[in-house]
């Protein structure tokens, strides 16, 4: 519904190539979350939510964001609003997971380092693509793998900067300025599909 570009929202488009950064280590960010070892193989696992196999596992997987099975919640690492990174695939390609799931294998989660500042949705948006930027490159595969957050949590990203500290604000204005652009491009297809039917 709300397509229209606030003025923060246009300026932070427009201040992109201005934009000072920072170089960060991602350990210094975040902390992998330890997760209890489930006792199942994903073969053996349902794709869809049945019985009591209702919680999201997450694999290495990159389809679905590596939520392609279901376990039962009991006995399991339930885990909501944190990142999360396959460590044995073809595609290292991190997520952002607004909703709970657990640990299942070949993957694993790191969750923000200081509680005293609860990030938003549009800024785990922005730090997954700035950690991306690092992790889901082509010289990465299954045979040359990334390795797990032994070897992630050494790498460094770059986040805009804004008087010496990481500029929160204009990651989330950002990210909602590219959300609606977005979403007025499909509305436009869409009603252009429409009127030529």
Do not use: H
Not at 34 to 58: H, M, Q, R, S, V
Not at 141 to 169: A, H, R, T
């Amino acid at each position: 519904k709300d397509t229209q570009l606030s003025l923060e929202e246009e300026q932070a488009l427009l201040a992109f190539d201005k934009i000072k950064w920072n170089s960060y280590r991602i350990g210094d960010l975040f902390t992998r979350v330890k997760t209890k070892k489930l006792p199942y193989k994903a073969n053996d696992l349902p794709k869809k939510a049945e019985g009591k196999y209702l919680l999201p596992c997450l694999t290495a997987s990159f389809n679905n964001q590596g939520l392609n099975y279901f376990v039962p919640k009991e006995g399991a690492t339930i885990l909501k609003d944190v990142i999360s990174i396959p460590s044995n695939s073809d595609v290292y390609r991190a997520y952002y997971q607004s909703k709970e799931f657990t640990v299942l294998s070949d993957a694993y989660a790191i969750c923000w380092n200081f509680n005293s500042l609860q990030l938003t949705s549009r800024q785990y948006l922005f730090l997954v693509s700035c950690i991306n930027r690092v992790t889901d490159l082509k010289i990465y595969s299954y045979k040359n793998k990334l390795g797990g957050w032994n070897v992630v949590q050494d790498k460094y990203l770059n986040l805009p900067v804004k008087n010496g500290e990481i500029d929160f604000y204009y990651m989330d204005t950002l990210i909602s300025a590219i959300q609606k652009t977005v979403i007025k491009g499909v509305v436009t297809y869409r009603d252009n599909k429409i009127s030529d039917s």
